[in-house]
């Protein structure tokens, strides 16, 4: 595998997923998706998941953007998204040091339409900026 996990940087590539083993049951591949819904209310225009379930705003790490999570720009909603994912990912110390850079990176470069990250995504993401 490169060190540069498609679709994390150079230009708005959707990131794929991983075909690095299919999800099975023993899988600990996560599968972040993002979509999002324009005639929806205000503040659920934009839907997260992980493995289906919604995540988790972590109003506790960061607390602008009441709104919710948003991406394709550098603001506050999709500084919200970076730090969720990366607590989810990762833990809260991780993802509070390196939420801006994550942001920047990979959050604003996300395509305004959806878009899905993996966990083998960030972890390539981790190694390539951060170590």
């Given at each position: 595998m490169s060190r540069q996990p498609q679709g994390l940087t150079g230009g708005n590539t959707p990131p794929q997923p991983s075909n690095e083993g299919?999800?099975?049951?023993?899988?600990?591949?996560?599968v972040y998706h993002g979509r999002r819904y324009p005639t929806a209310p205000v503040g659920e225009e934009c839907t997260v998941t992980v493995d289906g379930e919604r995540l988790d705003c972590r109003y506790d790490l960061f607390s602008a953007s009441p709104a919710g999570f948003e991406w394709d720009y550098r603001g506050s909603g999709p500084a919200k998204l970076a730090i969720a994912i990366l607590a989810d990912a990762y833990e809260d110390e991780f993802a509070g040091e390196y939420?801006?850079?994550?942001k920047r990176e990979v959050i604003?470069?996300?395509p305004d339409d959806g878009w899905t990250l993996t966990r083998s995504d960030l972890d390539?993401?981790?190694e390539a900026s951060i170590e």
């Open positions: 299919e999800q099975s049951a023993v899988s600990t591949e996560h939420y801006q850079q994550f604003a470069e996300l390539a993401w981790r």
